[in-house]
């Protein structure tokens, strides 16, 4: 099964609002784009991946992920994160209804597409299924078979909320990178000790790690 992607990105200036506590404001949004590039990156790499669609009204983040080979669609008005994921999926599936769509954070620097296409493989056996964070209160990913809704509901403890919609929870070891999404500086650090991207690596050397 070969899936399209979705990825939300709030525009930048808004953009890893936590973070700022463990790397300073200066940073923070420059992050956040390196996230959203490494995560592009690698998921544009995975085999089982036919297309990246990021959802983002943010015009830098527009055109340094679409010269990586996503393809950028715009945010629609006053819908959240789940809105602009479901706005994704649809737009996902206008050239064929019967696409798999999975929704992936945007803020895994780690990401390897080898652990990508394990989830997505396993995520494949079931109509919907999901992939908590490193915490276990949240979710990085969240796919819908051909034919299925998506039924997004991120934000927060959305692992709970998934779980009771009916969605498969997907319990795979050695996809560390996966679930390691980052919000906060501690969260910076474990991705770094994983191996995060180049764009990642750049911008973060010299602010968390001694």
């Known amino acids: 099964m070969i899936w399209s992607l979705v990825v939300p990105l709030k525009p930048l200036s808004r953009a890893k609002s936590r973070l700022a506590t463990g790397v300073g404001g200066a940073l923070r949004a420059g992050l956040a ?9 690698a998921a544009v790499r995975c ?4 297309e990246v669609l990021v959802v983002t009204d943010d015009p830098l983040a527009r055109a340094e992920l679409s010269a990586l080979g996503a393809r950028v669609v715009a945010d629609p008005p006053g819908t959240g994160l789940n809105g602009a994921l479901e706005h994704g999926a649809r737009c996902a599936r206008e050239a064929g209804p019967n696409t798999p769509v999975a929704a992936l954070n945007a803020d895994l ?7 990508l296409g394990r989830v997505l493989s396993t995520a494949a056996r079931f109509p919907r ?5 490193a ?3 949240g979710t990085t990913l969240l796919s819908a078979a051909p034919g299925r809704e998506l039924g997004a509901a991120f934000g927060g403890a ?11 929870e997907i319990l795979l070891t050695g996809v560390d990178s996966v ?32």
């Open 33 to 41: 784009l390196a996230f959203a590039q490494d995560t592009v990156t």
């Open 47 to 50: 085999p089982a991946v036919r």
């Open 109 to 115: 620097p780690a990401l390897r597409p080898t652990e």
């Open 129 to 133: 299924a999901f992939l908590a964070d």
């Open 135 to 137: 915490d276990g209160l």
């Open 158 to 168: 959305s692992r709970a909320r998934h779980l009771a919609s009916g969605a498969v």
């Open 179 to 210: 679930r390691r999404d980052v919000d906060t500086g501690e969260d910076l650090r474990a991705a770094l000790a994983l191996g995060v991207g180049p764009r990642t690596a750049a911008l973060a050397s010299g602010t968390l790690i001694p």
